[in-house]
């Protein structure tokens, strides 16, 4: 209550106000302003204020965080003090659409600012009118710094551009099967290799160009991929590799016969995928096949030499003790 005495001459007037209301709403308006000193001062992004010719009238504590210096550094700075001189221009610009009236929220706008140790920052910048508000009379920004994520999707491209150069000059075969048994991705190397098209890899299920003697053992191994792949999916895990020799049909008729070395990988959302090395092995195959009819055939007739026959009576003379058979050699 406030009183308020009135003396005269007949005695004393004694007036009482009610400011119960009125002390209310102070103590509401200052607890809001707490609040919104308390968030501004919390915020991850740096908050400014600017009059209409770009100079600080109030700078957050971000700035230390964000720009290495304290705010009342800026406090009576002009902003383009901070921006890169290639910016100047647009920035420009957009003090003046900004500060045009009724303009209101804009849209972010990317710029560059020094650091107090003198690295250039790559920010984001949002500004609000403010200018016809007596309790601001600026423009409010909010100024997220970009820098870490702009290195990061520079550093995710520069890798994204390596595994496209490896996975398209790779000199062996590479290959990303989807778990439905078809191709994703193949390179040069693996469609020379079958000596055909990548349009025509892609377009059709791999085991399309399996040796048809070798499908079932490329099929079996292809569905314990895909199962170690659903297992690894909610577990997150991986799926183990898996190696086989086995023969693919090229275009031309010729069987091409190939080493191929298989993994999961699974991704963040739990899509699975078959990554495949595929490696032409059909001249190892045919010196392999050359030194053993060396070691077990005459290179002159090409009939059997002693190795090949002791081997062959050694199988019979095991074969005799096992069965109770006999056996009988005829010299020609």
């Not at 997150?236 to 070395?261: H, I, K, M, P, Q």
């Not at 092995?281 to 009819?293: N, T």
Request: net charge negative; with cysteine; proline share 3%.
């Amino acid at each position: 209550w406030a009183p308020n005495i009135v003396i005269g001459a007949i005695g004393l007037v004694l007036t009482l106000h009610d400011l119960t209301e009125l002390v209310q709403a102070t103590e509401a308006i200052e607890g809001r302003e707490a609040l919104l000193r308390a968030i501004v001062a919390g915020s991850s992004d740096l908050v400014l204020v600017v009059d209409a010719a770009a100079n600080f009238k109030f700078v957050s504590p971000a700035s230390t965080r964000i720009l290495g210096h304290a705010p009342e550094v800026w406090v009576g700075r002009n902003a383009f003090d901070l921006l890169h001189p290639d910016d100047h221009g647009i920035a420009a610009e957009s003090l003046v659409t900004s500060a045009a009236p009724g303009s209101g929220l804009r849209e972010p706008l990317e710029l560059r600012v020094r650091h107090a140790s003198g690295e250039w920052r790559q920010v984001e910048i949002v500004a609000n009118n403010l200018l016809d508000d007596p309790h601001v009379e600026g423009l409010v920004i909010n100024l997220r710094d970009l820098t870490e994520r702009r290195r990061a999707e520079a550093t995710a491209r520069r890798d994204q551009k390596r595994f496209e150069q490896f996975f398209g000059r790779a000199p062996i075969g590479l290959a990303i099967l989807r778990p439905d048994g078809r191709y994703l991705r193949v390179n040069e190397a693996f469609c020379r290799m079958l000596g055909r098209s990548m349009t025509a890899v892609l377009t059709s299920p791999a085991d399309r160009f399996v040796h048809p003697e070798d499908l079932a053992e490329w099929s079996a191994g292809f569905e314990r991929l895909c199962a170690l792949a659903r297992d690894a999916s909610t577990d997150g895990g991986s799926g183990e590799l898996s190696v086989c020799e086995l023969r693919y049909a090229r275009s031309d008729g010729v069987d091409v016969w190939v080493r191929e070395t298989a993994s999961v990988v699974i991704e963040e959302d739990g899509a699975a995928y078959v990554i495949a090395q595929i490696e032409d092995v059909s001249e190892r195959r045919r010196l392999l096949e050359e030194l053993r009819l060396a070691a077990t055939h005459d290179r002159l007739t090409g009939l059997a030499n002693r190795v090949l026959l002791e081997s062959h009576l050694q199988t019979e003379c095991a074969r005799g003790i096992r069965d109770g058979a006999t056996a009988a050699l005829l010299f020609i």
